[in-house]
């Protein structure tokens, strides 16, 4: 399933291939997020046209509305939303990080009060893995519990033992249910205490999944104990499970974790500073709604061969960006979401040809994130 085809001689970086019923993508790679099943302001030949590698769909808010019933009487997701490339379901289990006045959480699984209309209702951990197979997303992820950063090595013991029993009831019931394919990934907790993870990620392991997640990281927590943790995981996990940092995404971050031995991302990043008229390019971040650019006849980025810097020019876009057209926000979204799968492509060739560490250095020097 997971194929390492080269690894890099000075980092933990390395290449590979990941197959699913929708084909293989390569890794390193990035998934942009298309939360209620649409990654925001592109259509689904654009993604095609873009050549993302997968997407990320949050199954507790696409339960929440439009309900899973509809969706599966579509066919599934991808008939429903157009998409037909890899699709990840998240299980919830940010949720219960994200929405804590909402939600309860026991052994037994989550009590939430929606955010939409106020309802109460209950997910177990069996029935997370019941609404992903109904959803039939090709990678489905158990359910969780995220704890924030600085947590107690108590509370973090608690979360990280909740979230293994989790996943045990959670792969018990997908070998019972799954008909059609499907893949499994667990779920790897422990905050920033080694000991914690080690355990996690023994126990995990065990389990058979077809991947590993690295959850409850950049959660506030200082970048080194962050890196001392994927170090540590590298260290310490079999080499032919496919290291998946869920929520994680900015361009510095991406290649100091793929340096530490992580395969897969995906992250709101690239589209959420699209609406806000920030584009990313080779010399890093600008915010082109700002007035430097209102005469500013060139494109985004000189070394992109995206459609918008083809064809548009920064004036034109803060243009519409102070006119409050959303084409402006289209148009730097489908640059943004281009340059990462043009950088993850970067990262991959870097790899293969023996010289990530030299692409690390200068990226790192050349590319401003401020």
């Known amino acids: 399933m997971f194929k390492i085809t080269k690894e890099d001689k000075e980092t933990n970086a390395r290449c590979g291939t990941f197959k699913t019923r929708r084909g293989v993508f390569n890794t390193p790679s990035f998934f942009p997020v298309a939360t209620q099943a649409t990654v925001k302001c592109l259509s689904p030949w654009q993604l095609s046209e873009i050549g993302v590698d997968g997407l990320l769909v949050n199954a507790y808010h696409l339960f929440l509305r439009p309900g899973?019933?509809?969706?599966?009487?579509?066919?599934?997701?991808?008939?429903?939303?157009?998409?037909?490339g890899p699709i990840i379901t998240d299980s919830g289990g940010y949720q219960i990080f994200s929405l804590e006045r909402l939600r309860e959480v026991s052994d037994e699984g989550v009590k939430f009060q929606s955010h939409v209309d106020g309802e109460t209702f209950f997910l177990?951990?069996?029935?997370?893995?019941?609404?992903?197979?109904?959803?039939?997303s090709d990678i489905i992820v158990p359910l969780d519990e995220c704890v924030k950063y600085p947590c107690s090595r108590a509370k973090a013991a608690k979360a990280a033992a909740r979230t293994i029993d989790w996943?045990?009831?959670?792969?018990?019931?997908?070998?019972k249910e799954n008909e059609k394919g499907n893949i499994m990934f667990g779920i790897i907790q422990g905050s920033t205490y080694e000991d914690l993870r080690g355990e996690c990620l023994k126990r995990i392991s065990e389990l058979g999944f077809s991947g590993l997640c690295i959850g409850g990281?950049?959660?506030?927590?200082p970048e080194d104990l962050r890196y001392n943790i994927l170090s540590f995981i590298h260290d310490n996990v079999d080499k032919r499970y496919l290291r998946y940092f869920m929520g994680y995404g900015r361009?510095?971050?991406?290649i100091e974790a793929v340096s530490l031995g992580v395969d897969l991302f995906?992250?709101?990043?690239?589209?959420?500073?699209?609406?806000?008229?920030?584009?990313?390019?080779?010399?890093?971040?600008i915010v082109v709604r700002n007035s430097i650019y209102s005469q500013d006849l060139a494109p985004l980025d000189t070394k992109c061969s995206c459609y918008t810097c083809k064809n548009f020019t920064r004036a034109y876009l803060r243009h519409l960006i102070n006119?409050?057209?959303?084409?402006?926000?289209?148009?730097?979204?489908?640059?943004?979401?281009?340059?990462?799968?043009s950088?993850?492509?970067?990262?991959?060739?870097?790899?293969?040809?023996?010289?990530?560490?030299?692409?690390?250095?200068?990226f790192l020097a050349n590319f401003k994130d401020n």
Not at 73 to 83: N, S
Not at 217 to 221: D, I, M, P
Not at 323 to 339: C, R
Not at 345 to 352: F, L, N
Request: with cysteine; charged share 30%.
């Open 343 to 362: 950088f993850m492509m970067k990262i991959r060739e870097a790899i293969s040809e023996g010289n990530f560490a030299e692409l690390k250095r200068e």
């Open 68 to 84: 899973t019933e509809i969706i599966k009487k579509a066919g599934g997701l991808h008939k429903f939303m157009g998409f037909q």
């Open 251 to 254: 361009p510095r971050d991406i």
């Open 323 to 341: 006119v409050k057209e959303v084409l402006g926000v289209q148009l730097i979204t489908y640059h943004n979401v281009y340059w990462y799968k």
């Open 167 to 175: 996943a045990r009831k959670s792969k018990e019931c997908f070998e």
């Open 124 to 136: 177990s951990p069996e029935g997370i893995v019941k609404i992903q197979l109904d959803l039939d």
């Open 217 to 221: 990281l950049s959660v506030g927590e």
């Open 266 to 285: 995906d992250c709101v990043v690239p589209t959420r500073f699209g609406r806000t008229g920030t584009a990313f390019t080779s010399e890093g971040k």
